[in-house]
């Protein structure tokens, strides 16, 4: 039986052949400074992608957003993201708190810009992330923005200049 001390011991074996031959013993003390090539960025990678899988966020490609605002039956938030863009990830999490808040109020749709580039060169997508607000009213310009914008944020922008529900409160 091994004692405590010598299950905590580190691999003497040389960098190389602890990758490719060290005991289940070993791992927890070799893992945390040879995690794979990548590792933090393919979680990064899953936290923006899968929005869609936990709320009623939607992915979509240029025909399907042509078809959702052609169809549009509650307004819409586009949001134009790339998989490797830190400030894309954290969108995400406010739009899904934006999903969760208005329900079926509005409908989230998210774009890829790196497997869509032809919808972000025709709608002049340079700076990420970028929202771009569309309203039921069709005499009415979409909005746009670019940047990081908190949940809060986006939800009276929807409010106010979408669906017309907030009321103006009296300055005091």
Not at 62 to 81: H, K, M, Q, T, V
Not at 103 to 108: E, F, K, N, T
Not at 120 to 145: E, Y
């Amino acid at each position: 039986m091994h004692s405590v001390a010598a299950a905590r011991a580190p691999c003497a074996a040389p960098l190389a052949v602890r990758r490719a031959t060290c005991t289940p013993r070993c791992q927890p003390v070799v893992q945390p400074w040879l995690r794979p090539a990548g590792a933090a960025i393919t979680k990064r990678r899953n936290i923006a992608a899968q929005a869609s899988k936990q709320t009623n966020i939607e992915q979509v490609d240029s025909e399907g957003l042509e078809a959702a605002i052609l169809n549009r039956d509650r307004p819409l938030i586009i949001d134009f993201y790339a998989t490797w863009c830190g400030p894309c990830v954290l969108l995400a999490k406010e739009l899904e708190t934006v999903a969760e808040k208005m329900g079926d109020a509005v409908r989230i749709l998210k774009i890829d810009t790196d497997k869509n580039p032809d919808i972000s060169t025709q709608l002049q997508i340079h700076g990420l992330p970028t929202l771009i607000f569309v309203g039921m009213d069709a005499s009415k310009p979409a909005l746009r923005t670019e940047g990081l914008l908190p949940a809060q944020v986006i939800q009276e922008i929807v409010e106010r200049d979408l669906v017309g529900t907030v009321s103006e409160e009296p300055a005091q």
